[in-house]
Nanobody, 126 residues
C-alpha cells in the first residue's frame, strides 16, 4: 500500500484559516480521517468521512469550525479549518481504511486505520 501524503500545514494567527490536503493515490478507502497530536498528548481523531455515503463525524472541539471533504475523482481528502485556536496546534495526520472497528465511533478511532501519512505541522499563535 502507498502511504498517503499530507500538505497545507503552516503557521497562522488565532482566528485564521488553513486547508489541509491528503492524497491517497487511488487507494479508494471507504473510511478516511484526520487525526492530530499535540506535544505531550495522545493522538486524537478530529474529523472522519465515509466516502461511499459521505457520512461525516467531528470531534466536539472542532464542530462548526472544521469541515472534512473528499474529492472522489482525485481521491484526495481535505480539511478546511476556520476560526483556528491555539489549542488546534499539533501535527495533523490523515489515515485511511476499508473497515472500521465500530460504527460510527470508529470513524475517529486510531485503531480503525492502517494506512497513515507522515503528518503536517499546524501552529496557531494567539
Amino acid at each position: 500500500q502507498v502511504p498517503p501524503v499530507e500538505s497545507g500545514g503552516g503557521s497562522v494567527q488565532a482566528g485564521g484559516s488553513l486547508r489541509l490536503s491528503c492524497s491517497f493515490f487511488g487507494s479508494r478507502y471507504y473510511y478516511m480521517a484526520w487525526f492530530r497530536q499535540a506535544p505531550g498528548k495522545e493522538r486524537e481523531g478530529v474529523a472522519g468521512i465515509y466516502t461511499a455515503g459521505l457520512a461525516k463525524r467531528y470531534a466536539e472541539s472542532v464542530e462548526g469550525r472544521f469541515t472534512v471533504s473528499h474529492d472522489n475523482a482525485e481521491d484526495t481528502l481535505y480539511l478546511q479549518m476556520d476560526n483556528l485556536k491555539a489549542e488546534d496546534t499539533g501535527i495533523y495526520y490523515c489515515a485511511g481504511s476499508r473497515t472500521l472497528a465500530r460504527w460510527p465511533e470508529g470513524l475517529l478511532e486510531a485503531r480503525s486505520y492502517h494506512n497513515w501519512g507522515q503528518g503536517t505541522q499546524v501552529t496557531v499563535s494567539s
